[in-house]
């Protein structure tokens, strides 16, 4: 059975850091793993991925801020959040590429091109000015 569970979240100033984790278990290959968020009263949208062979991809907002990067041994996916922001607070979700679609709010996401097919429960991420 496919699982990912998230860690890591909470409470922080403007400027200041988190890290998440998500490890995933079940999967019998190296998949595309990275991370969404959803703000309230806002769609859901990507931050940054990482593929089985450590290619990465950044959102915009992103960029020059957060780092993800994969341990391959545990599966596990890390998102390094630095320069926090208001503007950054949202619930953050890990996803896996593959399988079935797993739609949330009636859409498709996709990772590395791939259809999003798993999806963890999120962590919530607050950040205060």
């Known amino acids: 059975q496919v699982q990912l569970v998230e860690s890591g979240g909470g409470s922080v100033q403007s400027g200041g850091s988190l890290r998440l984790s998500c490890t995933a278990s079940?999967?019998?290959?190296?998949?595309?793993l990275g991370w969404f968020r959803q703000a309230p009263d806002r769609e859901r949208e990507g931050v940054a991925s990482?593929?089985?062979?450590?290619?990465?991809t950044y959102a915009d907002p992103a960029k020059g801020r957060f780092t993800i990067s994969r341990d391959g041994a545990e599966n596990t996916v890390y998102l390094d959040l630095n320069r926090l922001e208001p503007e950054d607070t949202a619930i953050y979700y890990c996803?896996?590429?593959?399988?079935?679609?797993?739609?949330?709010?009636?859409?498709?996401?996709?990772?590395?091109?791939?259809?999003?097919?798993?999806w963890g429960h999120g962590t919530q991420v607050t950040v205060s000015s």
């Open positions: 079940g999967f019998t290959t190296r998949r595309c």
């Open positions: 990482i593929d089985g062979e450590g290619g990465i």
């Open positions: 996803a896996a590429a593959g399988g079935a679609p797993a739609y949330r709010g009636g859409r498709q996401y996709a990772l590395c091109g791939v259809p999003v097919g798993y």
